[in-house]
């Protein structure tokens, strides 16, 4: 089974959101199914065949989600990541003030959905395939 040092390894090669396609195809060739990844401090749990799961720890301090969400902001400050022109953290601050609580990623359905703090679906993207 992976292990969070191979994903560490793939996750280091991603310097924006241009690079997120690639990634989820490194992670589909360790056995990763599927991911969430939580907003607050980033900490994502990985899951495999047979249930098999894994957490990884907060990346950095706690932020705050906010508590009314804004798809169509949120939607603006994804696309800008997506075209490379923000990094990480400035997505999930994005993220976080746009009230996204988490992410999930299903490399089988190759889809990435963004959540707000009720669980109510805010974007369902299509990840794109090489």
């Keep these: ?3 969070l040092t191979q994903i560490k390894e793939a ?8 690079g ?5 195809q490194d992670l589909i ?21 047979d249930n098999y799961s894994i957490q990884s720890e907060p990346k950095y301090a706690p932020l705050d989600i906010a508590g009314i ?4 902001k949120f939607k603006d400050y994804l696309q800008m990541h997506q075209q490379g022109q923000t ?4 997505f999930c601050n994005h993220a976080a003030e746009t009230g996204v609580e988490k992410w ?3 490399v089988n359905a190759m889809t990435c959905t963004y959540y707000d703090r009720s669980n109510n679906k805010m974007l369902e993207e299509k990840i794109p395939t090489f």
């Excluded at 996750?11 to 241009?18: D, F, T």
């Excluded at 997120?20 to 989820?24: C, D, G, L, R, T």
């Excluded at 199914?33 to 065949?49: I, S």
């Design 1 to 3: 089974m992976f292990q």
């Design 11 to 18: 996750h280091v090669k991603v310097k924006s959101g241009a």
């Design 20 to 24: 997120f396609p690639a990634y989820v």
């Design 29 to 49: 060739q360790l056995g990763v199914h599927g991911y969430d990844t939580f907003v607050t401090d980033g900490h994502t749990l990985f899951t495999g065949a």
């Design 69 to 72: 969400s804004d798809a169509e």
């Design 87 to 90: 990094d990480y953290p400035a």
């Design 104 to 106: 999930t990623v299903d």
